[in-house]
């Protein structure tokens, strides 16, 4: 079993930056892949960016790259989204989940761990 906690959630006006992180705790050995989700009100929840946890790479949606990156601390077992130049639209909540392999990056289904979440406002 694996408990993910985000944190780095926040306020910022646009233009700002704010820098999530999530802690995985626990067994993960059916682990290899960790990702961050949005889901904004009225909308279904995204895929942003994923990182394989072994360094095999890491991968960003074409709606935040360059704008969004993601990286991770192995030894800590911490995973980061890096959010420069945010946007109202950015505002969501923003979830971290953990799999194996998944081999559709961004179908909910395919990730057996999922965080509370955390919230994310930007004003405008």
């Known amino acids: 079993q694996v408990r993910l906690v985000e944190s780095g959630g926040g306020s910022v006006q646009a233009g700002g930056s704010l820098r999530l992180a999530c802690g995985a705790h626990?067994?993960?050995?059916?682990?290899?892949?960790m990702a961050w989700f949005r889901q904004t009100p009225g909308k279904e929840r995204e895929g942003l960016a994923g990182?394989?946890?072994?360094?095999?790479?890491?991968y960003h949606d074409p709606s935040v790259a360059g704008r969004f990156s993601i990286s991770q601390d192995i030894d800590t077992n911490m995973v980061y989204l890096q959010m420069n130049k945010l946007k109202p639209e950015d505002t969501g909540m923003y979830y971290c989940?953990?799999?194996?392999?998944?081999?559709?990056?961004?179908?909910?289904?395919?990730?057996?761990?999922w965080g509370q979440g955390t919230q994310v406002t930007v004003s405008s």
């Open positions: 989940a953990a799999t194996l392999n998944p081999r559709l990056r961004w179908q909910l289904a395919q990730y057996k761990y």
């Open positions: 626990g067994n993960a050995d059916d682990v290899n892949f």
């Open positions: 990182i394989y946890t072994s360094g095999e790479g890491s």
